[in-house]
């Protein structure tokens, strides 16, 4: 199996397939390390902006590791820019066949709505040196750029819509309410779980979730205490301040099994 990402700057790229690499454990390819070996090696004179010649350098070098892959039945990420929008075209339909490909694409009302918030992501998985050139503008000319080329070659693009939250979050206090809520919800999950194991007289399972409803009691009671904080001084700007430097200050300590 094949896992082909691809996409716009600053999409995910890059963090999908690290999160497809440690669900999955599959082996990961970055078309970009690939770049840069070849560039630092001096066995080209392309450089990093020369991106048009570079996808007509790389793409038969990655085109072929996929068709190797594929032919020893074993199983890769492969990530980067630098994959034509006609690449169906260098393969059979028997390798398309174990080829799973993801595109990734914003709009231009999600870029003017989440610029900061995109731009604050752009060294989650790796350091960028110069992130001068992402603008508004230089972002959707990118994602046009992606959406259109791939629409061109036949590719189904959805660009689905992020439903608001179901409820209406008016105070710090309802955020909080609603958190608990959460809480609460994942509780009864487990114990649901836990009731199915119990019917049947799987022990071992009910011993391996005993770890989780600890878990979840405390996180249940974590909850509870910072809605009664916040009803106790919530209004006071200093007891805030105090109360964020002791949230911040709290080390994780796993619970024991004994209940």
Sequence with gaps: MIILITGASHTGKTLLAQKMLEKYKYPYLSIDHLKMGLIRSGNTVLTPEDDESLTGY?????????????ENQQNLIVEGCYIPFDWRDSFDEQYLQSIRFICLAMSDEYIDT?????KSHGSDIETRLDDSYCTVEQLKQDNHQVIDGYKANGEKITLEAIGKPAVELVSAKAILGEGLKHEQYVTSLIHNIYDVAYSVKDFRTMQFLDWFVKEQGEEETNANDMITKMELFGSDPKSLYMLNQELAARVYTAPSLVL
């Design 58 to 70: 790389l793409w038969p070098i990655v085109r072929e590791i996929m068709k190797t892959v594929i």
């Design 114 to 118: 989440h610029f900061e918030e995109i």
